[in-house]
């Protein structure tokens, strides 16, 4: 039984061997205060957000792409292992990505939780390379390739040659970020305070790095929210437009873009000339924003192109790498 799992800080997502991509939650930890066990494991408790009482906590155990809750990352993993594999699973082999920025005190956690929940074997690879597997791009060959995954917690921008990462940059600005980005303007501006669920809705909804060509309608879009007013605290309702927020969603978009020029500035020039000429492909749910290509690719003179199913290259990734677990074994030394 050989799995692969992308443990996202938003999504973690599982891969079976001969099955695919099998399963799909929020990487969110419901549990209440003094008990042992969580009360709830990904789409049940990424519910509870929110809105719990305050003995039970929404714990995220990936917060900004390092491990912030060991014990929560290991019930996850146990949880969602035997929620997609149920019954026994002899001789149990995993393939996990994580983030390019973890520690090796972190990679050891995370392999240590991996082998609790039953892996017998446990290989880690970093989730730039993942990505850009399940991107399709040519890692192996001598040609620069380069990749910006855009999680929830991070973006990871690399350059990849001959089966390696030459160059990368991790940063802890992601997608929810962006959210957050929303709830700070709609408190400033509208004197109104908004969830980090409705944030999201709002981002998803009418979210844009950019004017989106050949929807014209886009620009006239609106998104009532509702919140509590900052001052007497009263529920009340702001409808939001798609200037707002994209206004509201200048700051992070203009610190990811900084990312992927420093890269470039570091990446040999060899590569760097690979990239020009092929472009550069966005993976993860932030990869979805609508028009952010097209700005990325106007601040860098370099195309850009979104991979097919953007939230589900890692896993896909990570699928091929668990395809090809011998070869694994045989090219790499266990973490
Ligand atoms: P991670 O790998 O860190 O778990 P994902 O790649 O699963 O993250 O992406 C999750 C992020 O993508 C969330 O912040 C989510 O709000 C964002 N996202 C999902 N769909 C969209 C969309 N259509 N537009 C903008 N952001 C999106
Ligand atoms: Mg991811």
Redesign the pocket.
């Known amino acids: 039984m050989d799995i692969g799992i992308?443990l996202?800080?938003?999504?973690?997502l599982l891969y079976v061997r001969g099955q695919g991509i099998v399963l799909n939650e929020p990487?969110v930890v419901a549990v209440k205060e003094g008990a042992r066990h969580a009360l709830a494991v990904g789409t049940e408790a990424k519910e509870t957000i929110g809105r719990t009482p305050g003995s039970i906590t929404a714990i995220r155990p990936l917060k900004d792409g390092v491990i912030s809750d060991f014990e929560a990352a290991e019930e996850m993993i146990r949880h969602f292992v035997r929620k997609a594999v149920p019954g026994r699973r002899p001789r149990t082999r995993m393939v996990i990505c994580v983030p390019s920025g973890v520690t090796q005190v972190e990679r050891r956690a995370i392999v240590h939780a991996a082998q609790r929940a039953g892996a017998r074997a446990v290989h880690l690879v970093e989730e730039p390379m993942a990505a850009a597997i399940g991107a399709g791009l040519p890692v192996a060959e001598p040609r620069g390739s380069m990749i910006v995954?855009?999680?929830?917690?991070?973006t990871e921008v690399a350059v990849i040659s001959l089966g390696g990462i030459v160059t990368s940059q991790s940063l802890r600005v992601?997608?929810?970020r962006?959210?957050t980005a929303i709830t700070d303007y709609v408190r400033r501006e509208h004197a109104l305070l908004i969830g980090e669920r409705t944030a999201?809705d709002v981002?998803?909804a009418i979210?844009s790095a950019w004017p989106v060509p050949g929807e014209e309608d886009f620009e006239e879009r609106t998104f009532t929210v509702r919140g509590r007013e900052k001052v007497g605290g009263l529920p009340k309702t702001v409808e939001l437009t798609v200037a707002e927020v994209r206004a509201a969603l200048d700051e992070p978009v203009e610190a990811i873009i900084a990312a992927v020029r420093v890269t470039l500035e570091e990446c040999p020039p060899e590569l760097s000339g690979d990239v020009m000429e092929h472009g550069i492909v966005l993976t993860?749910?932030?990869a979805?924003?609508?028009a952010l290509d097209l700005r990325l690719a106007s601040a860098t003179g370099i195309p850009v192109f979104v991979a097919d199913d953007?939230?589900d290259s890692?896993a896909l990734g990570c699928g091929k790498c668990v395809e090809d677990f011998d070869g694994l074994e045989r090219g790499m030394s266990a973490a």
């Open positions: 992308d996202g800080t938003a999504n973690t990487s995954d855009i999680g929830g917690g991070t992601g997608g929810h962006l959210d999201e981002k998803v979210g993860g749910g932030g979805l924003l609508p953007p939230l890692v």
